[in-house]
Each structure stands twice: as structure tokens, then as C-alpha cells.
């Protein structure tokens, strides 16, 4: 079956860069489907940041947009999220996900990682 | 701030049903799909309804989605202890040129 698995340090001091893996089994990557993050702060909601392709299209959400990439790795069947200047604001739980898009739009996520723990601190 | 609001908590006794709204406007769930998704404590979210009113494989049908113009509900039939966990709808906002998550509802099974 498909899974997901996040990979990337817990720990990120500000101004620097978050760096995150997803490893996806069970399914190519290269298939017809969209791969996405998520991340949900302690105790707070969900939140989308970006979704990619196999072939490097990409959605980021607006608000994190300046700041965010999110690149493809299909012969390593993963995909990765770099947020840059990164705040205490920026901590959160980030979630992978495999997503699809209807209409040209980004429609739902039907399997998700387990997710990782990013703190940002000094 | 989420575009798409939620009540913020939900509750009923095992056996009842409950029913859970999802507010937005006519650049989000006017226009587009909506998505609900469970997240049982400590876990990551899992997809309970897509295309407004579909279930994915193995989802049980005591869980149903509606939408009517720009408001979206989900309800639980024959609720269970089980369901006790928070809940999201999502959609695309035209508006935003981005994917929005409501602000959640966490279910409480009395």
C-alpha cells in the first residue's frame, strides 16, 4: 500500500532553512497524482503550503510562497520542502501527503505520513 | 485566519447524530469541492469525504457530506466513541489561488 514517511532535522535555528524529505513506497511518484506538505502548529489547524508533480509544476499557498520551494526526486521516488527564514512561527507538525488536482486545482489528500516535529529555536 | 469556518467543538451521546457546518463564500465552496478530513489525537489526518459528498473505500457510511451554495455540513449517524477526534473541511479558494483547511471542530462523544 502507499505510505509516506517524513525525514529532516527537529530542530532549526531562525533565519535558517527547514529542510524535509518524504520518501514515498508503494506507489511511483512519477504516477498521476500530485505530492504535497502540510504542517499544523501545536495545539492549532491545518494548514497547505505546496504541492508538486512529477514533472516540477507546482501550487504554493501565497502567504508562503516567497519563502518556500518544494522540489522532485523521482528516480529516489521522493519529494522535499525548504522553507527559508524560518521563525518560531514556522513551528509546526509537517505532514507529506499524496494529493490530486481536479479542475486545475488542488482537489484532496488520500494518504498522509505519519508526520515530523519542527522546532524552531535558538 | 481560516476563510472556512467551523464551530469549534461538537458533542452527542453514542448512538445520536451530529452535525458539523463548514462556512466559506462564493470563491471557495461556491466554486469548488469540498473535503473533509478526521484527525484522531496524536495521528495524521485521514480523508473522510471528497467531492463534496463521496466517501473513500472503507469509510463508513454513518459519515455523509452535503454542501448548498456557499456552506458545506458533515454528519455523523450513530456516533460512536470511535469518532471522538477533531475534524476539517477544506477547498480551494479561487480568491487566494491557494488550498484552504477550516479552523476545525473537535468532536466529543459523551
Known amino acids: 500500500q502507499v505510505q509516506l514517511q517524513e525525514s529532516g532535522p527537529g530542530l532549526v535555528k531562525p533565519s535558517e532553512t527547514l529542510s524535509l524529505t518524504c520518501t514515498v513506497s508503494?506507489?511511483?511518484?512519477?504516477?498521476?497524482?500530485?505530492w504535497g506538505w502540510i504542517r499544523q502548529p501545536p495545539g492549532k489547524g491545518l494548514e497547505w503550503i505546496g504541492s508538486?508533480?512529477?514533472?516540477?509544476?507546482?501550487y504554493y499557498n501565497p502567504s508562503l510562497k516567497s519563502r518556500v520551494t518544494i522540489s522532485v526526486d523521482p528516480s529516489k521516488n521522493q519529494f522535499s520542502l525548504k522553507l527559508s527564514s524560518v521563525t518560531a512561527a514556522d513551528t509546526a507538525v509537517y505532514y507529506c501527503?499524496?494529493?490530486?488536482?481536479?479542475?486545475?486545482?488542488?482537489?484532496?489528500?488520500?494518504?498522509w505520513g505519519q508526520g515530523t516535529l519542527v522546532t524552531v529555536s535558538s | 485566519q481560516s476563510v472556512l469556518t467551523q464551530p469549534p467543538s461538537a458533542s452527542g451521546t453514542p448512538g445520536q447524530r451530529v452535525t458539523i457546518s463548514c462556512s466559506g463564500s462564493?470563491?471557495?465552496?461556491?466554486?469548488?469541492?469540498v473535503y473533509w478530513y478526521q484527525q484522531l489525537p496524536g495521528t495524521a489526518p485521514k480523508l473522510l469525504i471528497y467531492?463534496?459528498?463521496q466517501r473513500p473505500s472503507g469509510v463508513p457510511d454513518r459519515f455523509s457530506g452535503s454542501k448548498s451554495g456557499t456552506s458545506a455540513s458533515l454528519a455523523i449517524s450513530g456516533l460512536r466513541s470511535e469518532d471522538e477526534a477533531d475534524y476539517y473541511c477544506?477547498?480551494?479558494?479561487?480568491?487566494?489561488?491557494?488550498?484552504?483547511f477550516g479552523t476545525g471542530t473537535k468532536v466529543t462523544v459523551l
Open positions: 501527503a499524496r494529493g490530486t488536482t481536479i479542475f486545475g486545482v488542488v482537489g484532496y489528500f488520500d494518504y
Open positions: 508503494g506507489y511511483s511518484i512519477s504516477s498521476d497524482y500530485y
Open positions: 508538486i508533480y512529477h514533472s516540477g509544476s507546482t
Open positions: 462564493t470563491s471557495n465552496i461556491g466554486s469548488n469541492y
Open positions: 467531492r463534496n459528498n
Open positions: 477544506a477547498a480551494w479558494d479561487d480568491s487566494l489561488s491557494g488550498y484552504v
